[in-house]
Structure formats: C-alpha cells, structure tokens
T-cell receptor, first 114, second 113 residues
Framework: DSGVTQTPKHLITATGQRVTLRCSPRSGDLSVYWYQQSLDQGLQFLIQYYNGEERAKGNILERFSAQQFPDLHSELNLSSLELGDSALYFC?????????????FGNGTRLTVT | GENVEQHPSTLSVQEGDSAVIKCTYSDSASNYFPWYKQELGKRPQLIIDIRSNVGEKKDQRIAVTLNKTAKHFSLHITETQPEDSAVYFCAAPTSGSARQLTFGSGTQLTVLP
C-alpha cells in the first residue's frame, strides 16, 4: 500500500458530463501530481500542486482543472467529457516539490466515457 | 520540451536470463533517475532509483547504471522470473521553470517460463 488514496476506483459516465476525481496524499507529503494513462499508453503528466499552490502544468486540457485543499487532498475536475478522455487517472504524492523525491502512486481511477 | 527516450518497447526473455532496458535524457542538469514497475491493471511502483553522484546502484536482482556523459541510464534485471513480467517505466527530470519528472514510454517485459 502506497498510502495514496484515490476515489472512486471506477467511474462510468456519458459524453458531455463532468466528474471529479479525488486524491489523498501520503501522510506528510505536500506535493500531489496527476497523471493520465490511456490504453497501452505511458504516463502523461497533467498537473502538480505543492502545499495548495499550482507548481507545474503538463499537457492538461482546458476542460480539466485541479486544486489542492488546505488538508492537502486534491481533486481533478474533468468537464465536457469526450470518448477520448477514457483512461486511468493516477494521483501521486511526494515529500517535496523537487524532482529528486520518489513519487508514490495511488491505485488510480478508471474513467470510462460512453 | 524535454524528452525521455526508452528502448525497447517490448522485450521477451527466457526465465533465468537477464533483461536490460535503456533510457536517454536530454537535460544535462537532471540528477535523479527512478524506475517504476507497473503490473497489469495496477499502479506504478518504484523499484529502484539512482542519483547523479553515483554510477551504479544494486538491489538484489535489480541494478541501475548511469552514464551522465552520454546522458543515458539503464535497468538491469538478472535471473529473471515470471513475476518480473510487467511494464517498466524510466523517468528523468525535465527542465523549465517548474521541473517535474517525465516518464519514458514504457517497456513491456515478458519472461517466458
């Protein structure tokens, strides 16, 4: 168990809808990262938060947004969903904001858009 | 943007043989290189990492080597077992105003019994 909790495990929704994915980092970790993994694809970095502030942005669509709350949990909001948004969404946390700390991944949320 | 190239994309070995996966990076300032293993339907898990002040690190059957001059690092798995079958990802820091880890495209390793 990595200590990173993601909910829900599975999500099935229709095109055009909006969903929220939730992540609780490991105890003591201040950084939260969101990654998207489509079928047979690698890990695409979406966005990083550190102690409530946005730190880095990757290939995140404008339809997607995220935030990190004072208790350090994070939410990824996906709106106007399209079929191509179907993927496994991982949250990861690390102790620092730098790139020298290991990332600890949650078990992911599998999103299916029909 | 900065890329992390990973090869091969698929690798099949006989049980007991060795497997080697190689990654190259472009940012010479990169100083931390982790490897993750992802079993089917599961989360990526860190299996080994290396920092730029050493050239090699071992952990039982797994080792990682780093060549900073050539900007490449490799994962070596010896005495492979069927449970080593998984997708392996390397990662390296990217440059820019906010550095973050970029992952390679992954290597599907299959260990044949």
């Amino acid at each position: 168990d990595s200590g990173v909790t993601q909910t829900p495990k599975h999500l099935i929704t229709a095109t055009g809808q909006r969903v929220t994915l939730r992540c609780s980092p490991r105890s003591g970790d201040l950084s939260v990262y969101w990654y998207q993994q489509s079928l047979d694809q690698g890990l695409q970095f979406l966005i990083q938060y550190y102690n409530g502030e946005e730190r880095a942005k990757g290939n995140i669509l404008e339809r997607f947004s995220a935030q990190q709350f004072p208790d350090l949990h994070s939410e990824l909001n996906l709106s106007s969903l399209e079929l191509g948004d179907s993927a496994l969404y991982f949250c990861a946390s690390s102790a620092s904001t730098g790139t020298h700390s290991p990332l600890h991944f949650g078990n992911g949320t599998r999103l299916t858009v029909t | 943007g900065e890329n992390v190239e990973q090869h091969p994309s698929t690798l099949s070995v006989q049980e007991g043989d060795s497997a080697v996966i190689k990654c190259t990076y472009s940012d010479s300032a990169s100083n931390y290189f982790p490897w993750y293993k992802q079993e089917l339907g599961k989360r990526p898990q860190l299996i080994i990492d290396i920092r730029s002040n050493v050239g090699e690190k071992k952990d039982q059957r797994i080792a990682v080597t780093l060549n900073k001059t050539a900007k490449h690092f490799s994962l070596h798995i010896t005495e492979t077992q069927p449970e080593d079958s998984a997708v392996y990802f390397c990662a390296a820091p990217t440059s820019g105003s906010a550095r973050q880890l970029t992952f390679g495209s992954g290597t599907q390793l299959t260990v044949l019994p």
